[in-house]
């Protein structure tokens, strides 16, 4: 966790999925989340997530996609950011 930021990061990784391709999240924070995808997503698009939490609790989120990139591993890297939609 980084010290010099004014809302500290969270890296873990944690399984989710986007509507049904499965991801995998690199870091999180109070609203921003980035993660790792097989499919690439187009900027400032909103896709609706499901976080497993491991703990029998699903969060669903909206995540507003602000970059997409190629990751060198394969597949693709994107940084979005979140907010829980109002029930």
């Known amino acids: 966790m980084s010290e010099n930021r004014h809302y500290p990061r969270l890296c873990l990784l944690l399984p989710y999925k986007v509507r049904v391709l499965e991801c995998e999240v690199q870091e999180v924070s109070i609203n921003n989340i980035r993660f790792s995808s097989r499919e690439a997503f187009p900027p400032d698009s909103v896709?609706?997530?499901t976080l497993d939490?491991?703990?029998?609790?699903?969060l669903k989120i909206q995540a507003a996609i602000r970059w997409c990139r190629p990751a060198s591993s394969g597949g693709h890297e994107v940084g979005a950011e979140i907010s829980v939609p109002a029930s």
């Open 47 to 49: 896709k609706e997530m």
């Open 53 to 58: 939490t491991g703990e029998d609790e699903k």
